[in-house]
């Protein structure tokens, strides 16, 4: 069965700080794997998309690798505005666009 | 260019009531979806449409309905509401294989 696992559940940071969020998988030929961040009372918004291991991407503070078996979002000296709920989600075979979704890692940045 | 858009943003309904979650994109995707987001249970796939004039069952279809209306409009209709459908909804849409563009979400209560 595909299945999406993150952690940790919540993650309190200093500003400045830096740390990882991980999201290990199971899915049957991956055909993306999908990093949101969801900020409280709102829809998820899109970060970034990983194909193959070893792919990396950037944004700002935020950095996103891939592995076989797991990702990571690195953030990088976060900022209290870098508070949000980070989503993991992998998108398996075939051509229905279905992503199954991870918990979430809850992270929390004080000044 | 506003993104997706649904209606209404907030509803309570007595159990047994009927309703219609109204979800419309802008950005010509092909592909549409329904998801419901609950506390410890992380974004779970209601329905979705791979293209104009399909749909098919997620993960929790029970209790819902949907319709296709057009390439821009994917409704999502609870025919007889339970407590159990208390959440908050998320309708999202992309092209095959690409990432998912999410709605600001409807608030539900079913008492």
């Known amino acids: 069965e595909d299945q999406v696992t993150q952690s940790p559940e919540a993650l309190r940071l200093q500003e400045g700080e830096s740390s990882s969020l991980n999201c290990s998988y199971t899915?049957?030929?991956?055909?993306?794997l999908f990093w949101y961040r969801q900020d409280p009372g709102k829809g998820p918004e899109f970060l970034f998309t990983l194909y193959s291991a070893g792919e990396e991407k950037e944004k700002e503070r935020l950095k996103a690798t891939l592995t076989k078996k797991e990702s990571f979002l690195h953030i990088t000296a976060p900022k209290p505005e870098d508070s949000a709920t980070y989503l993991c989600a992998v998108q398996g075979p075939g051509n229905t666009g279905k992503l199954i979704f991870g918990q979430g890692t809850t992270l929390q940045v004080k000044p | 260019n506003a993104g997706v858009t649904q209606t209404p943003k907030f509803q309570v309904l007595k159990t047994g009531q009927s309703m219609t979650l109204q979800c419309a994109q802008d950005m010509n995707h092909n592909s549409m979806y329904w998801y419901r987001q609950d506390p410890g249970m992380g974004l779970r796939l209601i329905y979705y449409s791979a293209s104009e004039g399909t749909t098919d069952k997620g993960e929790v279809p029970n209790g819902y309905n949907v319709s296709r209306l057009n390439k821009r409009e994917f409704s999502l209709r609870l025919e007889s509401a339970a407590p159990s459908q208390t959440s908050v909804y998320f309708c999202?849409?992309?092209?095959?294989?690409?990432?998912?563009?999410f709605g600001p979400g409807t608030r539900l209560t079913v008492t």
């Open positions: 899915v049957s030929g991956l055909r993306g």
């Open positions: 999202a849409s992309s092209d095959i294989g690409t990432e998912q563009y």
